[in-house]
């Protein structure tokens, strides 16, 4: 038996040699060889957008691993109870409370769906094999744009009202979020 291409499967596949004619089994090896070449003339064309998702993986990981939790940790360390603290009894209160409640359960949900996220994007970052989760990964995205536009619309404007009653409550949390990204330095004893 001698092996022989496949280009349906890209297998070697061992067929018997027609000792009657033997041209036609290189003949029909060409074919095989050909065939595994179109392919690989195709590659270049893949490889751009291989490196993109490598690229995007990367950045993605970068970024939301320090961005969003960072963020998520401000709004309930700092604007949250600032918003929660200076708004007036009753209705207007009972508003907040329940966005701030939503807010910090989508927060909880999204570092949730995240963290599900992240060892697959390591694998895509590093060009390895990934089953990347296409359905979280797009629950992400959908379900962090609702939230962006729900703090957006409903809860930072109502924010600025409440805050912006009082100059010192608004004064009080930029200088807290300014003192958060003043370097910290250690001092020499």
């Not at 036609?24 to 751009?48: E, K, M, W, Y």
């Not at 409370?97 to 996220?117: C, F, P």
Request: proline residues 5%; negative net charge.
């Amino acid at each position: 038996m001698n092996p022989t291409f496949n280009p349906e499967t890209t297998m070697l596949l061992d067929i018997h040699t027609d000792t009657d004619a033997p041209i036609s089994h290189f003949a029909n090896c060409h074919t095989g060889i050909l065939a595994q070449l179109a392919r690989l003339g195709d590659l270049p064309v893949l490889l751009g957008p291989a490196a993109q998702a490598r690229k995007i993986a990367q950045e993605s990981l970068v970024f939301f691993n320090d961005a969003l939790f960072n963020h998520h940790s401000e709004e309930e360390k700092d604007l949250f109870p600032a918003v929660l603290k200076s708004a007036q009894a009753g209705t207007e209160r009972l508003k907040v409370d329940g966005l701030v409640e939503q807010l910090i359960n989508d927060h909880r949900a999204l570092e949730k769906l995240w963290k599900s996220l992240e060892p697959g994007l390591r694998k895509v970052s590093k060009g390895q094999d990934s089953t990347l989760d296409a359905l979280a990964l797009e629950s992400m995205v959908q379900r962090y744009q609702a939230h962006a536009h729900l703090e957006e619309q409903a809860f930072l404007p109502l924010a600025q009202t409440i805050l912006g009653r009082n100059d010192n409550h608004m004064a009080a949390l930029g200088m807290t979020l300014h003192m958060r990204q003043v370097p910290q330095f250690v001092a020499h004893i």
